[in-house]
């Protein structure tokens, strides 16, 4: 007797970036690169005549429209509670991209997500993970001439970051006790380090990588050779060697970390090291 197993219904819950839901939920395996037919045919349901719009969406070119969102809710059979956590995705990743306070969105998806698995990564965990400047300002706090005011960090950070973001900073990471006050009220770094395990969202890894990357992008531009160094090196690679090269690159790092982190220093620096496949 043939039988048909009904795979789980995805839940958005799961998800901290609404593409990472749409590109897993409405097209086999997510690739929606590899997909045209699927595509074609999940917008049509959408009620556009072409993909364009839709492509652009789970590229991250824009945003969803309030007529999409509801036909893709729609489309998805999503309940009431599961659309406002859909849409509060949209508004989330909205005012990062324009460096305005996320906070209270913020505040807001997380009690939408209170009842996921106590396994889970909070999005307020996320927050600290996902945008740069959580772990520049706490490597800040601990630098012997650290100042607690946000016209101060401002200027330290060289202006990358909005002072409504420094407090946000502060406040979420006071709240999750990555820092704290000691005696006498100065803010003292409770965890020095951050290790991330395979709990952490992807979308988050991503995200951090993604603002790490464009401050040295910004580095070439704006500092001179003698404070900056960027090399770089195109080779024939094999794919066997490949998990032994990664584990080459996570030991440079350590060691370098070891041999250079100065707890007196009063500047911070940032190494990104990128190793991937040009080739197809």
Do not use: C
């Amino acid at each position: 007797m043939n039988e048909t197993i009904e795979k789980p219904r995805v839940s958005i819950f799961d998800f901290d970036n609404y593409r990472d839901f749409l590109i897993k939920v409405g097209l086999p395996d997510g690739l929606y690169s590899h997909s045209s037919n699927n595509l074609q045919s999940w917008s049509k349901r959408l009620g556009y005549k072409s993909s364009s719009s839709l492509t652009m969406v789970l590229k991250g070119q824009r945003p969803p429209s309030s007529e999409m969102l509801g036909a893709i809710a729609e489309d998805l059979k999503m309940n009431t509670r599961e659309r406002n956590y859909f849409e509060l995705l949209i508004q989330f990743e909205k005012l990062n991209k324009k460096n305005k306070d996320s906070k209270k969105v913020l505040e807001k998806i997380e009690r939408l997500n209170s009842d996921k698995q106590a396994n889970s990564l909070g999005l307020k965990d996320f927050s600290a993970i996902s945008e740069w400047y959580f772990l520049a300002i706490k490597q800040l706090i601990s630098t012997p001439s650290f100042v607690e005011d946000e016209g101060w960090i401002f200027r330290k950070l060289r202006r990358k970051v909005t002072l409504s973001q420094i407090r946000s900073a502060l406040s979420i990471m006071l709240e999750k006790k990555t820092i704290a006050r000691d005696d006498d009220g100065k803010l003292i770094v409770l965890k020095p380090g951050l290790i991330t395990t395979n709990d952490v969202p992807s979308s988050a890894i991503r995200r951090h990588h993604f603002g790490m990357i464009n401050r040295a992008l910004e580095a070439i531009e704006e500092q001179d050779v003698s404070q900056r160094q960027v090399t770089s090196v195109t080779m024939k690679f094999k794919e066997e060697h490949l998990e032994a090269a990664k584990q080459s690159l996570f030991e440079f790092v350590k060691d370098f970390n070891n041999k250079y982190s100065d707890k007196e220093a009063d500047d911070l620096y940032q190494m990104n090291m990128q190793f991937f496949k040009h080739t197809r």
